[in-house]
């Protein structure tokens, strides 16, 4: 596969530094990723062919599992706002396009994608308006049927997360408010789990 290009735009939303930490041993690293990866291929939303959009695509380790745990063929971008974690993502090997970016305005085409998701990274994001800047983008940018699966933190009952927020703890998102905010986007939201974990996930359609 050829290499990945670099496509470089910011806006200052990011929250990238302190997961460096969790990742400081292989060991560490090992049972996140077992965990996190095993809601992605057990609930199998995401479809098998054609075109996605990876956001906040990491390293792409766990997205390079979910597609060989699927034995799912995708032509696909990942997008980070971390330069190194795009290095990384470059030697995964499975992303044809890596956008560095860390707002909304996602330069990409209008309907290009015919899936988008994103997988541990709104539950670090400080601010709800930024969570919702990348569902209007998913939604600009999926075509009509296309499917964005989304993982929020789900643990809303946690209160002092309101006035904690910040680019490691983020905001977290009841099941309903999930939901809304996603219809508000003009999404069909297909169902949620994980209500009241830190997985709390959606499946949502752009009708047409
Ligand atoms: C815990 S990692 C998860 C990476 C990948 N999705 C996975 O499951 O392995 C969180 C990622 O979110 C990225 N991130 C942080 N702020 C972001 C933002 N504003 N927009 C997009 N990605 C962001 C980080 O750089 C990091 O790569």
Known sequence: ????????????????????ALKSTPEVSALWRAVEVGHLVREDVLPHSGTGLDLGCGDGRVTRLVRDELG????????????????????AGIY??????DGGDVEA???????????????????????EAYFR???????PGGIFRVQVDGRSRQFFRRWVADSWSGV???????????????????ETRGSGTQYLRATAVKPG
């Not at 044809?96 to 970016?101: E, G, I, M, N």
């Not at 009841?174 to 905010?181: F, I, Q, T, V």
């Open 96 to 101: 044809d396009v890596l956008l560095r970016a």
């Open 172 to 190: 977290v998102f009841s099941a309903r408010e999930l939901s809304r905010r996603l219809e508000r986007c003009g999404f069909r939201v297909v």
């Open 1 to 20: 596969m050829a290499r990945a290009r670099f496509v470089t735009f910011t806006k200052g939303t990011s929250s990238v530094a302190p997961e460096a």
């Open 72 to 91: 799912a063929r995708w032509t696909l971008t990942g997008l980070d706002p971390d330069e190194l974690e795009l290095e990384l993502a470059t030697s």
């Open 137 to 143: 983008d998913a939604f600009r940018l999926l075509a």
């Open 109 to 131: 085409a209008d309907e290009s994608f015919d899936f988008v998701f994103s997988h541990i990274v709104f539950q670090h994001l400080p601010r709800k308006a930024y969570v």
